[in-house]
């Protein structure tokens, strides 16, 4: 019990300090329009295309991996 009420106001607080440096708006704003948090450089149509590419494959894997598949030699006997 002592365990789940320490990990809970260890994530309350992480949330808490995350919330004050605004994480939220700086990860929207980089998704939007590429602009890296803290600075005035901002990436590309393209790479941001290229980046969002190339998560969409790592997520595309990831749920293919987890799909569960007939095994064929059973079922030809």
């Known amino acids: 019990m002592k365990k ?3 990990i809970a106001l260890i994530i309350a607080s992480l949330i808490l300090i995350l919330d004050t440096f605004n994480a939220g708006q700086a990860l929207v704003t980089f998704l939007l329009t590429g602009t890296i948090p803290g600075t005035s450089i901002t990436l590309s149509a393209s ?4 980046l969002y590419a190339l998560v969409a494959g790592f997520i595309g894997a990831r749920v ?3 799909i569960k598949r007939p095994n064929l030699n ?3 006997r």
């Open 74 to 76: 059973t079922a030809a």
């Open 47 to 50: 790479l941001m295309l290229m």
């Open 64 to 66: 293919a991996g987890s």
């Open 4 to 6: 789940r009420i320490s």
